[in-house]
């Protein structure tokens, strides 16, 4: 079992940054690629960015590429996302996901581990 915990989350202003953050307990967490997603009301839970689990691969929805970073520290067994530039419509719950796997997943269904989520809310 991992545990996932969120934070980070907050109201900003159209053009600012948020750093969210992931820590995860448990079963060897450093062993897991874990990911990012998002959902905002009435919409589907989508992918954002994803880190694998030895750090040397990450992937980007295009819809974030160039604005947001994904990195981990595995010491620390958390995992981050550098959010720059943000806009209205990347206002959502962000959620934190992990799965025991050598490869990127990409999809909600392929994640095995889930938090509890962090909201985050962008003003125009």
């Known amino acids: 079992q991992v545990q996932l915990v969120e934070s980070g989350g907050g109201l900003v202003q159209a053009g600012d940054s948020l750093r969210l953050s992931c820590v995860a307990s448990?079963?060897?967490?450093?062993?897991?690629?874990m990911g990012w997603f998002r959902q905002a009301p009435g919409k589907e839970r989508e992918f954002v960015a994803a880190?694998?689990?030895?750090?040397?691969?990450?992937a980007y929805a295009a819809s974030v590429k160039g604005r947001f970073t994904v990195s981990r520290d595995n010491a620390k067994n958390t995992m981050y996302l550098q959010m720059n530039s943000l806009k209205p419509e990347d206002a959502a719950v962000y959620y934190c996901?992990?799965?025991?796997?050598?490869?990127?997943?990409?999809?909600?269904?392929?994640?095995?581990?889930w938090g509890q989520g962090t909201q985050v809310t962008v003003s125009s």
């Open positions: 996901a992990a799965r025991r796997v050598t490869v990127i997943p990409t999809t909600p269904n392929e994640y095995d581990y």
């Open positions: 448990g079963r060897t967490p450093s062993r897991y690629a």
């Open positions: 880190h694998s689990w030895n750090g040397n691969s990450t």
